[in-house]
């Protein structure tokens, strides 16, 4: 009688029956099940090739798939391709193809390259595909009526020259938030914040260059500003990284807006009863994993349902820390209004940088996936082991030839592989195989401790941690081998230097489960060479422990990891450097024809519009007063000053005034070089409140970059800091 009441009530409110019911049905009519995990990944973008920045994302994803898998628990790996929105037709446009065609090119070409790099999905689907413009329509239907949208005539930018409406990309101007160039739909070059249509100062074309003008149009917005305590409770009980938490709560206390999902643009999927709107891109994108769950479970005969409106199932989604708005706030806003669960975890990662500079593919700082990597035959494995190894995963990543030779020749080739290879050799060459004696128990006490490690670092989302961990046990068999010296006991005491071997392979078998997840390719190579009898995708982490004698049957051993060679990694520096220079002679040729451009015009008494600016008298003269010139609020609102926690400090080598710190902004951590040294001993300064100019362009102090300031009074250098406490990245205005 209960569960009929619910259901009567809820069956006039369909907007939240479907998944309610299911979940009081998965909790009353059936048996306990066993708690799963849906694991997602932001969808990459089909209008051009992979970078190392995309496996930023992806590469740590798929180690911590593959851990909780060997866990025991029900993984599911879900992605696919973000098809719709203006790039890609513009994209298109300039192709001479059509927008369908070049998602369905790139679509394939992210596919094959996950492939490449070992990571698997169990679905990896389109968002133009049926099932997912079904469930985006659905979704959409259901907010509808909800009372979550609502209509309203807005001024939208348009090109009088190319006479169409002006979304998104094909849109430029000046973000009215902190003054940086940005694009119709996002301040991409500054603060991040998404742009309503209209929001844009100085709009203009991207396709002409002509200044657009703003007509009326009607679009539909989604009621975003009242969800806010609903936010607020699912920012508190969120798990993941404290960057994505943190950045949303930092928009979360600014205040929110209602969010225009509808866009005048023919490529995407139609508003429910209009023809001249199509749905944001930003709306289907993140309801493709709805979708492509929907399919795989198809395949596999079970209802979608488990993994979506089920208490039993967690759903943990690993995006670019750039993607924190749409995941923490406009997305979990959308599943609570449409009826479904929110998420349980959301896993950011930093950016990255290429050789220690800003990641642009105009400027020529990338490095493409497949041409400039997999291509050339470089390891899958050697470049998943340094996305996961070289910083915490919530920090920048830099990525430098010179030191991605070092790291895998150093720790890669010389401490795992050697110890590998030297404890099989040994084995192999003095004993034919495996000595069937027990490992003792410090050898067990030792890979329990890297197990107990790998657990806690992968629980807090420290992926580097876990992976240095595993190295160390390596180090450890290093030493012990190489301490033990079997090849000179066993001149002396046969039976000791056959446990000392017997104790380096069961190090091994330890270490090849657990670089697993790391490096499987090697991983299989040294299982196959163990000849252990269990195939290795079939073991846990309870293998670990297992005696090795009895249970496998030792090959002739071979060098499983190589070196890589100073010429091959000098071709590939040759060949980033050839291309940032190619790009910055065909930004100064740009730049020469501006200035031949006002050079022409000065010739034909044409004059260029000249900014406001104060009379030099004027200047002088509130210089002598004691002040500078004045300026207006919309000037002073460009600066971005947040409050920060210096987490870290440290001297810079021959600088006396110089010191580095570290620090936390709230939705990432800066490196910001202070000439506050000859007033703050570094480790005075940890855990101190600043304020930070977080907008300052990037500049170089004794060869240290530095990408923000601290700001400080008098001669004394007094740091500004908050009379109350306030939270990190609280934005001052």
């Known amino acids: ?210 200044d657009a003008e703003f007509r009326e149009q009607e679009h539909y917005f989604m009621r975003l500003s009242e969800f806010g305590s609903e936010l607020e409770g699912f920012l508190e009980r969120l798990k993941g990284t404290e960057n994505s938490r943190n950045y949303a709560k930092g928009w979360l206390r600014e205040e929110i807006h209602d969010w225009c999902i509808t866009r005048t643009l023919d490529w995407g999927i139609p508003f429910p009863g209009r023809s001249d709107l199509t749905i944001y891109v930003w709306v289907d994108a993140p309801i493709g994993y709805i979708a492509f769950t929907e399919e795989w479970a198809k395949e596999k005969g079970i209802d979608w349902k488990e993994k979506w409106c089920s208490d039993d199932c967690e759903i943990t989604h690993f995006i670019g820390v750039d993607i924190t708005y749409h995941h923490c706030l406009f997305w979990p806003a959308m599943l609570h209004a449409a009826g479904y669960r929110m998420p349980d975890t959301v896993i950011a990662s930093g950016m990255v940088k290429i050789d220690g500079q800003k990641f642009s593919k105009s400027r020529g700082y990338v490095v ?179 005696p090795l004698f009895g249970n496998a049957e030792l090959k002739k051993p071979e060098i499983v990891f190589q070196k890589l060679d100073d010429d091959l990694i000098k071709g590939f520096e040759e060949i980033l450097k050839q291309r940032i220079e190619a790009l910055a002679a065909g930004e100064a040729e740009s730049e020469r024809d501006k200035e031949a451009k006002k050079d022409m015009m000065k010739s034909e008494g044409i004059k260029a519009p000249q900014p406001p600016c104060i009379s030099s008298d004027a200047s002088e003269e509130q210089e002598q007063e004691g002040g500078r010139p004045e300026i207006t609020i919309d000037e002073f609102s460009k600066m971005e000053l947040r409050i920060g926690k210096i987490l870290e400090a440290k001297g810079i080598p021959k600088s006396k005034k110089l010191l580095c710190l570290q620090v936390d902004i709230g939705r990432e951590v800066r490196q910001i070089v202070s000439g506050i040294a000859p007033f703050y001993a570094p480790e005075d300064l940890v855990g101190k409140y600043v304020v930070v100019i977080c907008n300052l362009k990037p500049a170089k102090l004794m060869g240290v970059e530095s990408y923000g300031m601290v700001l400080a009074a008098g001669d004394e250098a007094v740091l500004l800091s908050p009379v109350a406490e306030v939270p990190v990245g609280t934005l001052i205005r």
């Open 1 to 210: 009688m209960y569960f009929y009441r619910i259901v009567s009530f809820l069956l006039p409110h369909q907007q939240v029956a479907s998944c309610y019911i299911y979940t009081l049905l998965s909790q009353n009519c059936t048996p306990m099940k066993k708690p799963s995990l849906l694991v997602t990944c932001g969808l990459p973008y089909t209008n051009g090739r992979c970078h190392i920045g995309h496996l930023r994302t992806y590469v740590p994803a798929d180690f911590y798939v593959r851990y909780k898998r060997r866990c025991g628990v029900d993984v599911t790996f879900i992605c696919g391709s973000d098809n719709h929105g203006t790039p890609i037709v513009v994209s298109a446009e300039a192709e001479n193809t059509t927008p369908r065609a070049l998602s369905e090119r790139y679509h394939h070409h992210f596919d094959v390259t996950f492939q490449k790099m070992q990571i698997f999905f169990d679905r990896f689907g389109m968002s133009d595909d049926p099932t997912n413009r079904h469930r985006t329509t659905d979704i959409v239907t259901r907010m509808i009526n909800a009372g979550y949208v609502y209509p309203k005539v807005i001024h939208q930018a348009y090109c009088p020259r190319c006479s169409r409406f002006l979304p998104d990309r094909y849109l430029k101007g000046t973000c009215p938030h902190c003054g940086k160039q940005a694009r119709g739909d996002e301040c991409d070059q500054g603060c991040g914040k998404p742009l309503a249509p209209g929001e844009l100062v100085d709009p203009v074309c991207t396709i002409c260059g002509t």
């Open 368 to 546: 493409w996936a497949n041409e400039e990597y997999l291509d050339r035959g470089l390891s899958a494995d050697y470049l998943r082991y340094y996305l996961l190894s070289y910083t915490s995963h919530t920090k920048e990543l830099n990525f430098s030839w010179g030191v991605y030779q070092e790291r895998i020749n150093n720790e890669v080739v010389n401490t795992l592989g050697n110890f590998v290879y030297r404890a099989m050799h040994f084995a192999y060459k003095e004993y034919g195989g495996i000595p069937e004696v027990a490992p003792q128990n410090e050898i067990f006490s030792q890979i329990q401790e890297t197990l107990d490690s790998i657990q806690a670092a992968i629980e807090s989302y420290e992926f580097k941690e876990a992976v240095d961990a595993i190295m160390a046990l390596a180090a450890y068999g290093n030493n012990y081998i190489q301490n033990s010296a079997p090849w000179k006991v066993k001149k002396t005491d046969p039976d000791a230097a056959q446990q000392i071997i017997a104790d380096c392979l069961q190090l091994t078998k330890a270490l090849t489960i657990l670089i697993d997840h790391v490096m499987p390719e090697h991983a299989k190579k040294i299982w196959d060479l163990l000849g252990v009898t269990t195939p290795l995708s079939e073991t846990s982490f309870s293998d670990v422990l297992t």
